[in-house]
């Protein structure tokens, strides 16, 4: 009777367990895991019949099976990929910008409410940060034209922002629920727009939700355009906030692997989209084809008169979206392309598949390309439809192949780990470029975070080029490296972001100039600089050169709680600003102890604007410069302010019409 009760009773603890099975996600990929588990499994009964001689056997056979459980269990809340794909499925947060292979359960458990830091130009910054506080007074004192130090912005309560993305003057945010947020303005070249399509003064002072018919997933921006690929796979377009328009054709309408998008990317002033198959697709919205559908349709809108997009109270812009029929030009396929060779070569998934395209990333007039087996290729030129005509793929094997890396003179021996003789690194045992990243004039290609490797080149880079190499940049567990116009950022699997380039109006975050010791990355070259900085002058900030980390501590009140640090897990950079989205190491309550931005904190949530950080006392607040202004340092007294035109470099060879020809904005 007992056996009969007991067998019986083994069955349903068995059927229980396995019911379970789909609960704990993907069973462990250890060696020999059936031996593990029916190890674990006799090991708990073994313990079970020490520590209680007194059990009957279906006591320790309960227990036994909970172990059991128990263990796969624990292998799964530690496996990565789990929480990889938690982190896309609960927070819509996408790992495809990164090259992150570990960290994901802890960024899961921060996704509920990240920081977002920004700095930099003042345009897209200054007016989305309070203008009260002991802070911004001190940038406005100094006139740097920018603020050189990470700033928190604050949005409304249960707003997770999940992905950051810079705009040539502007920033867009994503949220865990798929809306979306901007601030600054898509095109900050021109005094006006005769058709703005959302607002009057057409630049947000503060972050604004934009009201979409769908959920985002992910964005890109160009240089004054941006795009969205929402949750069915559809494509949007921004060239004003307000009157975004739908692409549809049928090249790109979700039927097949052929047709159906997996990544958008903005290029200079073109659009790319990468489907499933390894196609790529290009548009030009600022070409002479999509411009007369664009101003047609603004001037029909303006003349209807109930289609304007004028931002709420509440903070929001009504969108009055629409659709644009155009196809999109497929780019040539891949030319004929060798087999990588690899010392850790094993004969995987992807090495058995047929090679395509599984990245690209957009810069001026090219476009870098990345197959699945690790080849690297540039395709140009991409400045109009007509020379697309002339375009062709051309790889690089600088930046593909592990002997052409090993045979760069950086790598001519020494250690991996930091040292006093950086100039000179131990070639890498392995590698497989996993990511890339472009802007403007520059791409860069990198390896996964395990002794990362990071490779520079540029829109003259060809074939016969060797890649850039930063010492400094090797071997760190490099994820992630954006680029702004004259400056860079990379972050690292630990959390780290370092910067280094032209200090673009404070776009390194490394600090006001004028409180950094001489000789400090960020800082002035010799006392002599920085004592006349001090003093009113008007002195070049040195450019860095070796990547320096940056700290998000500048508002802490001295003498008042502790440093809470801080894991930043996305960064972005454009034109002259930066950002970045941040995780505290501290429990939930400890990580504004003794910070100034604090005093911000509006009293009362029945405003629903009271939480929208920019939110301005009765006072009328300084006026930003505009984006011509020169960012330089403070101007003495009697002198009248510089200004810039335009941004250094933008706008070079182009006729009347714009680069190629082309009807820009």
């Known amino acids: 009777m007992d ?26 990929s250890l060696v020999n895991t059936a031996h593990s588990r029916k190890a674990d499994s006799l090991d708990a009964t073994t313990q079970l019949k020490k520590l209680a001689p007194g059990w009957h056997q279906y006591q320790i056979c309960q227990w036994s099976c909970c172990w059991t459980i128990f263990c796969q269990s624990f292998h799964t809340c530690n496996d990565e990929t789990f929480w990889k794909l938690k982190c896309k499925e609960d927070f819509n947060f996408s790992s495809s910008r990164t090259a992150r292979t570990s960290g994901w359960k802890y960024i899961y458990q921060g996704l509920s409410n990240p920081k977002v830091y920004v700095w930099g130009s003042k345009l897209p910054i200054a007016e989305a940060i309070h203008t009260e506080g002991w802070v911004f007074r001190r940038f406005l004192a100094a006139s740097m034209g920018g603020i050189p130090y990470p700033m928190r912005l604050r949005f409304p309560k249960k707003t997770a922002i999940v992905e950051l993305i810079a705009g040539g003057w502007s920033f867009h945010a994503l949220d865990s629920q798929g809306r979306v947020f901007v601030w600054g303005t898509l095109d900050g070249e021109r005094s006006y727009l005769t058709s703005n399509g959302f607002s009057v003064q057409r630049i947000s002072e503060t972050p604004l939700q934009l009201q979409l018919p769908t959920q985002i997933r992910a964005l890109s921006c160009g240089r004054k355009h941006s795009m969205a690929l929402d949750s069915s796979g559809q494509i949007w377009t921004f060239i004003s906030w307000g009157r975004p328009f739908r692409l549809v054709t049928p090249l790109l309408d979700n039927s097949s692997p052929d047709e159906t998008p997996v990544q958008t990317e903005c290029g200079w002033s073109y659009s790319a989209a990468l489907t499933a198959s390894g196609n790529v697709l290009v548009w030009w919205p600022f070409g002479q084809s999509m411009q007369h559908v664009y101003n047609t349709t603004m ?16 903070g929001m812009i009504p969108c009055s979206t629409w659709d644009m029929q155009q196809d999109p030009h497929r780019l040539p396929p891949l030319p004929s392309l060798s087999e990588l060779s690899d010392s850790r070569h094993t004969c995987n998934e992807s090495e058995r598949q047929e090679t395509k395209l599984v990245k690209i990333a957009a810069m ?5 390309g990345l197959t699945n087996k690790g080849h690297v290729l540039k395709f140009g030129d991409l400045s109009n439809e007509t020379s697309l005509q002339q375009g062709r793929w051309e790889y690089l094997p600088f930046f593909s192949e592990i002997e052409r890396v090993r045979a760069h003179p950086t790598f ?25 990243t472009a802007h403007f004039e520059h791409f860069v290609a990198y390896t996964t975070e395990v002794n990362s490797v990071v490779l520079r080149g540029s829109t003259d880079t060809t074939a016969d080029h060797e890649a850039e190499i930063i010492p400094a940049l090797q071997y760190k567990s490099i994820i992630s490296v954006v680029l702004g116009d004259y400056h860079n950022a ?23 100039p004028e409180e950094l010791p001489a000789g400090t990355p960020g800082g002035y070259a010799t006392q002599e600089q920085l004592e006349r900085a001090r003093q009113g002058r008007r002195i070049q900030v040195r450019e860095v050169e070796v990547p320096t980390e940056v700290r998000f501590d500048h508002g802490k009140k001295k003498g008042k709680g502790k440093w809470t640090d801080r894991f930043c897990f996305s960064a972005t950079a454009a034109g002259w600003h930066t950002g970045a989205l941040v995780i505290d190491l501290e429990p939930k309550g400890k990580e504004d102890e003794g910070y100034e931005e604090n005093e911000f904190e509006e009293e009362s949530d029945s405003d629903p604007t009271s939480q929208m950080p920019g939110r301005f006392d009765p006072v009328s607040p300084l006026a930003p410069p505009g984006p011509r202004v020169v960012p330089l340092h403070r101007v003495p007294r009697g002198h009248a302010p510089p200004f810039r035109v335009g941004f250094a470099g933008r706008g070079r060879n182009l006729g009347p019409r714009g680069r190629g020809g082309n009807d820009g904005i």
Do not use: C
């Not at 001519?412 to 996993?434: D, H, S, V, Y």
């Not at 990379?490 to 006001?512: N, P, R």
């Open 490 to 512: 990379a972050l690292t699997a630990e959390g780290k972001l370092y910067t280094w380039g032209v200090f673009s109006t404070g776009a390194l975050g490394l600090g006001i």
């Open 3 to 28: 056996s009969g009760l007991d067998a019986e009773y083994v069955r349903d603890q068995v059927a229980k367990s396995r019911s379970l099975e789909p609960f704990l996600g993907p069973k462990p």
């Open 412 to 436: 001519a021996g020494g250690e991996r780990t930091e040292n006093k003789n950086q100039e000179t690194l131990q070639p890498p045992a392995n590698f497989k470029i996993a990511h890339i």
């Open 364 to 368: 001026d007039n090219f476009l870098i």
């Open 299 to 314: 001037t029909q809108m303006n003349e209807s008169g109930d289609e304007q997009a004028h931002a709420t109270v509440d």
